[in-house]
């Protein structure tokens, strides 16, 4: 198993490369401090995995889909401090494969990039609880839909946005706007479109995500489309 380091933070490197080292079947051919220097590390060398802290100084989760648009086979495994559920869906929606925080039991990060090397996906117990605390089923990311490019909404969509994560059915929202239901239906399914989002957990997500309604208010309606 090729891997490299990707963090700008010396000591952590050291640390998982003593444990990738200790465990033995690993071969860490680089350690990068920066994007830069991650790039020319995937260049330059034929790697399997990428251990990646994309949070830290000199990265960002942009550098993950850069690098796999040039090589489709590589695998990354997140291993950053305490993040929110959808900082962890941006992230997998990136191109990471797998996610470990940085304080999890040393056989769960060596079972990260274990299972990765493997092409499986691989979280440790503290991300999976908070993916299950936020109602998120990995299996419905819609990975295939992820884009740079911005995401472009009307007002009217930001409108629909915010009612559905207030709560609000299809058949309440069209009444508050004197819209048809079926119009709505159909906004609904331009919004989830133009998010990559297949239900109205990943809208309530987004809305909550882009401040169109507090925290507070994560309240899931009922599909009804």
């Known amino acids: 198993m ?23 079947g690993f071969k860490i051919v680089g350690e990068a401090r920066d994007n830069k220097e991650l790039q020319e590390l995937v260049k330059s060398f034929d790697v399997s995995v990428v251990l990646i802290d994309y949070t830290s100084a000199g990265f960002d989760i942009d550098i993950i889909h850069k690098l796999l648009q040039s090589k489709k086979d590589l695998r990354f495994v997140a291993i950053t401090p305490e993040q929110s559920a959808q900082t962890l869906v941006d992230a997998l929606r990136s191109g990471v494969q797998s996610y470990v925080k940085k304080d999890c039991d040393l056989a769960e990060i060596i079972n990260a990039v274990e299972e990765t090397w493997r092409g499986h996906k691989f979280f440790c117990g503290q991300i999976l609880e908070t993916i299950q605390r936020a109602s998120i089923d990995v299996n419905d990311i819609d990975f295939e839909s992820f884009s740079c490019e911005p995401v472009m909404l009307s007002e009217r969509e930001n409108e629909i946005i915010t009612l559905i994560a207030e709560g609000l059915t299809n058949v309440q929202i069209a009444e508050q706007l004197f819209l048809s239901t079926h119009t709505i239906n159909t906004h609904r399914k331009n919004i989830m479109s133009k998010l990559g989002v297949k239900n109205t957990a990943g809208i309530v997500m987004y809305a909550v995500k882009t401040n169109l309604v507090s925290p507070n208010k994560f309240l899931f309606a009922s599909d009804t489309i």
């Open 2 to 24: 090729r891997v490299i380091l990707a963090d700008s933070n010396e000591l952590v490197r050291v640390g998982m490369r003593t444990i990738l080292n200790s465990h033995g």
